[in-house]
């Protein structure tokens, strides 16, 4: 059931970026070789680092030319579905936006309204910077600009779909796994509130991770945790499954 359901997910591919009515779509920038981007090549979006050794931060800067949509009234903003893991953002020389260090946004859109006075009204300059690991690497995928009123459902439902479900079953797997551990104690030779509890307890890094994207510890050793929770979770389903035989 699992294989079907990940076909399921690949086959319907819900979290597509496809151009919006009412706003720009931007599907190509210019990467930048220097810190001014003086020198640059134009790069097509999604746009995806090398990947190097070690946990040292590094970062990308890029440049976009934004256009206002025709008939585009109201607060104005940028919205990026997807990228890794934090940026700067500055628009026509003024900074819109700050980078999160050490939060990583990778599961996190970012809607970021644009102060009126800041646009120039004919093509605006986007500056982004863009921060993460070298192990891991950094991305950029196609975003948009336009009228905020526009871009928020979008934002709304992405966020739901993303932290807004890793958050709520945050939640939920702290209720059930300290009713579960409670439970055990009063019936300690019931071991099957013992496994389910502590397969709630171990999944609850990784769930942190794609909530609120923020290190509870170093990264390195955050990062072990986080690789190493979704195994001990299944091993302590599988101890479960096994009581109950």
Request: net charge negative; with cysteine.
């Amino acid at each position: 059931w699992f294989f079907a359901l990940v076909m399921v997910l690949y086959v319907l591919d819900l979290g597509r970026l496809e151009p919006m009515e009412g706003a720009q779509f931007v599907t190509e920038l210019r990467l930048c070789h220097t810190e001014d981007c003086a020198a640059s090549d134009l790069q097509a979006l999604p746009f995806y680092s090398a990947i190097g050794f070690g946990a040292a931060r590094d970062s990308i800067n890029l440049q976009a030319d934004l256009v206002l949509p025709d008939g585009a009234e109201g607060l104005q903003a940028v919205y990026f579905p997807r990228f890794t893991d934090t940026m700067d953002l500055t628009i026509n020389g003024e900074r819109i936006f700050d980078h999160t260090w050490p939060q990583r946004m990778f599961n996190i859109p970012l809607l970021v309204p644009i102060p009126e006075a800041l646009l120039e009204g004919g093509a605006e300059r986007l500056e982004i910077t863009i921060y993460g690991t070298s192990s891991e690497g950094m991305d950029l995928h196609p975003f948009y600009f336009g009228p905020e009123a526009v871009l928020a459902p979008a934002h709304a439902a992405r966020f739901f779909a993303g932290p807004g479900l890793a958050r709520f079953a945050l939640g939920m797997m702290a209720v059930l796994a300290a009713t579960l551990l409670l439970a055990w104690s009063f019936r300690p030779r019931d071991k099957e509130y013992l496994w389910l509890g502590l397969a709630c307890v171990v999944i609850m890094p990784t769930l942190v991770l794609y909530g609120f994207g923020r290190p509870l510890t170093g990264y390195t050793f955050w990062t072990m945790i986080t690789a190493l929770s979704p195994a001990i979770y299944a091993l302590f389903l599988l101890l479960f499954l096994r009581s109950l035989l």
